[in-house]
């Protein structure tokens, strides 16, 4: 993609170790510092550059670590990856994934990677549609072709998650499995997606000329787009659909100064 749009954009999805604490019941908990046992890590990753078709998922996790809590060799290179990214793609990234990545640089005394724009398809989600559910399981069930979320048959749960903290080699295949096609399926999820939301102007990004999210510069005028005191040229792409507008005020001058505005 960062030859049609002028930037780089990285599919991500982390998996993490559970907070490992002695508790009294398996209900209404609240669980005080002094109850944890041991604290949260990053277990694996898994990323690729979107719509890059010569770019294979990279993936790194912790099976081989001689402390599985040592998470930092596996964030020094994850770190270069944001760190040369222009966007993040994420499902729950703005909530999840991003933060608790940026937890951990903070915590191997990693300086900040440079600035990022971030797509979530769960905020897209949540703001355009009325799903049943904005989970990637069903997001990817229903509008995805190739690449639907995995169901982990054989570790159900949180099997997978406990035998990988146990060592269990067969464990952690399923586990690199899982989290690849995470971003598999959250690659084709954004694709479909993508008409309905711009969150990122890519125009930006671009030295010249004007192109859609989807890297076509193929554009028809359809009609207006009117703010309370400006009226703009509408246009939708013929590629992907997808709906934009001009910046030029297409109303004169002296026009403007006698349009009135509610109050």
Not at 105 to 119: A, E, V
Request: glycine share 6%; charged share 30%; net charge positive.
């Amino acid at each position: 993609m960062k030859k049609d749009l002028g930037l780089k954009m990285l599919i991500l999805d982390i998996e993490t170790a559970p907070i490992l604490a002695n508790v009294w019941s398996l209900w209404d908990q609240n669980i005080g510092l002094g109850q944890i046992k041991k604290d949260w890590h990053v277990l694996s990753w898994a990323a690729k550059w979107y719509g890059d078709p010569a770019s294979k998922v990279m993936y790194m996790d912790q099976r081989s670590a001689k402390d599985i809590s040592n998470d930092k060799d596996i964030l020094v290179k994850l770190w270069h990856l944001v760190d040369e990214a222009d966007v993040i793609i994420t499902q729950n990234g703005n909530n999840f994934d991003i933060k608790k990545i940026n937890a951990r640089f903070l915590h191997h005394k990693m300086p900040p990677p440079s600035p990022f724009r971030s797509i979530d398809t769960l905020v897209i989600a949540k703001k355009k549609f009325g799903f049943t559910s904005n989970k990637l399981e069903y997001m990817t069930e229903n509008f995805c072709k190739k690449y639907k979320k995995l169901k982990h048959k054989k570790f159900p749960g949180f099997e997978m998650w406990k035998e990988c903290l146990g060592g269990n080699m067969e464990a952690w295949s399923a586990m690199e499995k899982y989290n690849k096609w995470d971003v598999l399926s959250l690659e084709e999820l954004y694709t479909v997606l993508r008409p309905w939301s711009n969150p990122v102007n890519f125009n930006l990004y671009k030295d010249n000329g004007t192109v859609c999210s989807c890297g076509s510069d193929k554009f028809q005028k359809r009609g207006f787009f009117y703010t309370a005191v400006a009226k703009y040229q509408r246009y939708c792409c013929n590629k992907c659909g997808s709906w934009s507008r001009g910046r030029k005020n297409l109303i004169e001058t002296d026009r403007r100064k006698e349009i009135r505005v509610g109050i």
